[in-house]
Each structure stands twice: as structure tokens, then as C-alpha cells.
């Protein structure tokens, strides 16, 4: 089955990095869309970057410039690099995958969900 585990989260002050991972196993990893989510306290889960089997990317303009979303299809690793993080950024950050390419306005068509990381930035 599909499993996602998401690593790397942790407090940082604002201006610093950080770099989220997902491990991916259980499909077709290369083929698949793959987009990390956050979720704040009170608010709605928003997509904030996707990258396509084919490398098409998607960002929220929010993260234009600051975030960059990478993968290793060998590895089964989806990465997010985060940096000029700011105390907006704080939420639960989460990995998500699916089949068919999906933009990340539609939250609720993408099938796999990984656990969740925290990021704190205050």
C-alpha cells in the first residue's frame, strides 16, 4: 500500500531554512504527482508546491522565491527547501501523492497522505 513519511520539520527563527522529506513507498513513485500541504491552526489545508513525474512545477505565490520542490525518483524522496521563512510559514506540513496530475487548488483529489511535520518559525 501507499505510505508517506515526512521528516525534517522542527522551530527555527524567522529568516532560516529548512528541508522537508517524504519518503515515498508502496507505487509508481516517478509517475505520480507529488505536492507538500500545510495546515495551520483554525485555517483550511492550502497546497503550497507540487512537482509532476514530468517535473512541471506548481507554487503558491506566497512561497514564489523562497521555496523550491525537488525530487528524487530514485530514492523515492520528495523534498521542500524552505527558506526566508516567515512566522506565516508555521503550520503542519504535509505530503501528499497522486496518480493523475492535479493542481493544488484541489486539496481533496489528491488519494495519498503522509502524517504531517511540524514547522514552527517565530
Known amino acids: 500500500h501507499v505510505q508517506l513519511v515526512e521528516s525534517g520539520g522542527g522551530s527555527v527563527q524567522a529568516g532560516g531554512s529548512l528541508r522537508l522529506s517524504c519518503a515515498a513507498s508502496?507505487?509508481?513513485?516517478?509517475?505520480?504527482?507529488m505536492a507538500w500541504f500545510r495546515q495551520a491552526p483554525g485555517k483550511k489545508r492550502e497546497g503550497v508546491a507540487r512537482?509532476?513525474?514530468?517535473?512541471?512545477?506548481e507554487y503558491i505565490d506566497s512561497v514564489k522565491g523562497r521555496f523550491t520542490i525537488s525530487r528524487d525518483n530514485g530514492k523515492k524522496i520528495l523534498y521542500l527547501q524552505m527558506n526566508s521563512l516567515k512566522p506565516e510559514d508555521s503550520a503542519m506540513y504535509y505530503c501528499?501523492?497522486?496518480?493523475?496530475?492535479?493542481?493544488?487548488?484541489?486539496?481533496?483529489?489528491?488519494?495519498?497522505w503522509g502524517q504531517g511535520t511540524q514547522v514552527t518559525v517565530s
Open positions: 508502496g507505487y509508481t513513485y516517478s509517475t505520480y504527482s
Open positions: 512537482m509532476d513525474g514530468d517535473g512541471k512545477v
Open positions: 501528499a501523492a497522486n496518480p493523475q496530475r492535479t493542481r493544488l487548488c484541489r486539496v481533496d483529489a489528491f488519494n495519498y
